[in-house]
């Protein structure tokens, strides 16, 4: 079946070539329907463009760099020895990691810019989900900082800078890890709001990017936190 994929076109808004693409409603293969969505978007981006190339590399290496550099430290702690202060330490390597999330939403603005919009999202209702999206991102990124603190937001337990117990208020209390999620909705409404296809394939990646971390993140940091209630109970 001939598709019309050239993003000067959009995406096809006849019910037969809907029934063509998924098979018709009764019978939904919803591989296909994904496949379906993808092929779409994908037909609106150019992965060659240099600035697409800096976003994907930006979004994979922010999260890649943290993670070695505090597990690094949590095995040699060479930073805290180096800065004289595993609290310096912590707050030279949480300055840095500012850095890189301006530099990858630089790069992933850049790259929405550089390519065609699509215009089934050019319109208010989704410039507006958008808007509400990118709000409740930054509440859950604003409030989970106030929540952990400097130290605790950027990796202090792999420091040796360790809470009293596991923070269990807003917004930990509705989602966990609300600091990535929060930052996924604000990409995903940014990218609504400048009706971009290659913002929302990126917003993919940001968070996938952030599931894996979160595999990795999760058990070490648990393991921390049980040498420290285990240092505990011998000295009690």
Not at 29 to 38: G, H, I, P, S, Y
Not at 142 to 165: H, M, N, Q, R
Request: glycine share 8%; net charge positive.
């Amino acid at each position: 079946v001939e598709r019309n994929t050239s993003p000067a076109a959009g995406p096809m808004s006849s019910s037969a070539a809907e029934h063509d693409c998924c098979g018709g409603l009764s019978n939904i293969d919803f591989r296909k329907a994904n496949l379906c969505v993808m092929t779409g978007l994908l037909a609106y981006v150019d992965p060659t463009d240099l600035s697409f190339v800096a976003a994907v590399l930006t979004i994979v290496f922010s999260p890649l760099f943290w993670n070695v550099v505090a597990r690094w430290e949590q095995r040699t702690r060479k930073l805290s020895r180096a800065f004289g202060s595993p609290y310096l330490a912590c707050y030279a390597l949480g300055s840095i990691i500012l850095l890189l999330n301006v530099l990858r939403s630089h790069c992933f603005t850049q790259a929405m810019m550089s390519q065609p919009k699509m215009e089934v999202l050019d319109n208010r209702t989704i410039y507006f989900l958008g808007l509400a999206l990118l709000g409740g991102g930054v509440v859950f990124v604003l409030s989970s900082f106030f929540a952990l603190g400097f130290t605790g937001t950027f990796l202090g337990d792999y420091f040796g800078i360790l809470k009293e117990a596991r923070v269990t208020t807003f917004p930990f209390s509705v989602v966990d890890n609300p600091m990535y999620w929060g930052s996924t909705a604000n990409y995903l409404g940014w990218a609504l709001m400048h009706s971009s296809p290659t913002g929302l394939l990126l917003t993919v990646l940001v968070a996938l990017v952030y599931m894996v971390a979160v595999l990795y993140e999760e058990p070490f940091t648990a393991e921390i936190y049980r040498q420290k209630a285990t240092r505990s109970h011998r000295k009690s």
